[in-house]
């Protein structure tokens, strides 16, 4: 359900998202990285974080120490092929040896004697290699290297991302959000963390640390790299694809899920880089000495760093406030002149203008708040606006009964007394699933999503409104074309049914489609809807809910396009619920190419917007986190 509880005041902020063309100019959340030269010699020239204090029985292992199950590794690098001669395998291989360590060295936990239970990340001839060793009891693995074949050494920085899934033995290198290579299955399965107590047999003690920037050992045959490293990242699980394409230019919060270090190396000074994680994961010892090491500043050079946001946002946009103190804000509508219409639940319809908050509301509606979701839910302008001056309200009534009404709108505000009734549900207003979402589609037509009004069986009851999408003329009357007009028993205006809580629709501005956002049941196993209307269509409420169908055969329900289940762990960023708000699919030409054409949903509950990718044929094939949560808030 939507989860609205009365009288509740919520500071609400509405939000304007402006995207600068040119990316490359935009400040950056991280002001600092770190050069290093490839010395590899005499400790330096390298962080040492320890992942354990070698002290038997003492238990000393930290929250990095990640190699015993999954893992992730993620930095973000910039260097060249001249600063780092070394040579790949011709890209794209399993290779069944420990051929990392014959690359420039980045990421080093290399155990030198006594213990096969190592890994690492190097850069051979441009390409990543992430490799794996053996392992300790009671399983064994080979050493394995994994290397890649896209060029990371072209004076460009690089987001790399190395992954290894216990489960299967199998690894993956990505670069940029996009999968790079993955290894056969059974590379690695075995316990790779540093042992509790010590390694018997380790010919130094820098078995214990995690070395960035440099090879471990200081050895002649082992390369370190020459270059710069940044916004440094350890998870102790798998990181997807999506996972990794919708972090990796983003700062993250302290405390995020699965993240137990993280090393933005923001210190800009000194000899201590410090764990932003959250998980208390230890600081990070900077060993330097002449032209080694080197903190480098993005002010004096903004290529100096990666290009990351600490906005929650992608870098190029910004989030300005324009609203607060807003008390339950449940719809929002632009008018043709650019006035923001903003409707609270209680009923009261205030206007944003001239860049503020105008002090007389347009319009007080007198509604039903006593109970769950009543209230104002709904706003929608007519086609016509500027001539008319029709605005039509989703609320509900003193009854208490949902209703459509129309009110003529003069200069600055409403008559209430200009009130036309448009539609009214035959049923008395539940506490809850009211659905409420009003748009006129590309056919002048109005559409009405209602929801099944806590009856979950009236869905698909076609003698009732409850769980509906409606099609209406301006005045209410039935269009003549709607899909079940004659038919026996079914009221005329209902367009498609099935629905369970419709709390928002959006219309493709380009294509006229009308996408709806159905909130799904309250159970761990219950599902998220974003449903592509047509005529007639069955959205399946309450006999199916996306992949689940609760009767012998649900072929004739229309699937939705896109679904997520409130169990999985990609979705419940905060709990393991939902409740899916529909937002606009954006065609506007200042957004940049990778976030036009998308459709954007929220989630109410877990405070996160993804935007929806699709492909030539219309399905979603992505659907990446826009805004992290809790910055989204409760969308």
Known sequence: MFGLSAGRSIAAAVLALVCASDLSAQSSASSFSIRFFGTGSAQRDRIKIPVDDDVAGSAGNTPIDVGAGDFTIEFWVKGNLTDNVTANAGGDVDLLTNAWMDGNVVVDRDILGGSDADFGISIAGGYVRFGTGRGQGPTFDGEHTLEGDVLVLDGSWHHVAVVRQQSSGRKFIYVDGALDVASIAGASTANLSYPDVGVVGAQDALGRFLVVGAAKHDLAQFRSFN????????????????????????????????????????????????????????????????????????????????????????????????????????????????????????????????????????????????????????????????????????????EPRDRVARFTVIGASADPLSETLIWQNDHLASDYHHGGALAFGVDGKLYVAVGDNYVAARAQEMSAFDGKLLRLNDDGSVPSGNPFVGAPGAKPQIYAYGLRNPFRTSVDPQTGQMWIGDVGGNNLTSWEEANLVQPAANFGWPDSEANDCFLADCSAVAKPHFAYQHIDPEYYLLVPQGSITMGPRVRAPQFPVGYRDCLYVGDFVNRWIRRLVFDANGDVVADPLFLYPPYAGTV
């Open 227 to 398: 270059g710069f490293v940044d916004e440094v990242r350890i998870w102790n699980r798998v990181r997807t694809r999506v996972q990794v394409l919708e972090a990796l230019d983003r700062v993250l919060l302290p405390n995020t899920p699965g993240l137990v270090g993280s090393y933005r190396l923001e210190e800009g000074t000194g000899t201590v880089t410090h764990d932003t994680s959250g998980a208390n994961a230890p600081s990070g010892t900077i060993a330097s000495g002449p032209a080694m090491a080197l903190w480098m500043a993005s002010a004096a050079n903004g290529s100096n760093t990666a290009v990351v946001s600490n906005t929650g946002l992608p870098p190029g946009f910004e989030r300005t406030p324009l609203v607060t103190n807003l008390v339950e804000p449940t719809t929002l509508e632009f008018l043709p002149d650019g006035r923001l219409l903003i409707g609270e639940r209680g009923g009261a319809i205030k206007v944003y203008a001239n860049g503020q908050l105008q002090a007389a509301p347009l319009l007080q509606i007198a509604v039903d708040t006593t109970n769950g979701e009543r209230g104002l839910v709904g706003l929608a302008a007519h086609p016509q606006f500027a001539t008319n001056g029709f605005l039509y309200a989703f609320y509900t009534t003193a």
